[in-house]
């Protein structure tokens, strides 16, 4: 029966896998930078997995001006991606 841990932490997960502890589901990125990043083979998840994602902001608070524009620029790079890739099912939701 396979275990299955959650980590959050990127060089901890690297660490197990260098290890021999398992293997690890990350997010697509370049681990070289990383210790030990070199060293481990990423290989692409056919088909691909998506998931939910949300932007977290204070309620009590609002954004800096460049916060904002960041901000805005991140919605607008997903609206174009879900538009040029028509992923099944993906809505984007924006308040």
């Known amino acids: 029966m396979p275990r299955i841990i959650e980590e ?11 290890a021999g502890l398992g293997s690890a589901l ?3 990125g370049d681990l070289s930078h990383a210790k030990g990043g070199s060293e481990v083979k990423a290989v692409p998840l056919e088909p691909p997995i998506y998931m939910p994602v ?26 174009r ?9 993906a809505v984007p939701v924006y308040p």
């Open 8 to 18: 959050n932490d990127v060089f901890a997960t690297l660490s197990a896998v260098q």
């Open 26 to 28: 990350m997010a697509i």
């Open 54 to 79: 949300s932007q977290i902001t204070s309620a009590e608070q609002p954004l800096v001006p460049a916060a904002e524009a960041v901000s805005q620029v991140v919605r607008n790079l997903i609206a």
């Open 81 to 89: 991606y879900m538009d040029e890739h028509k992923i099944a099912g």
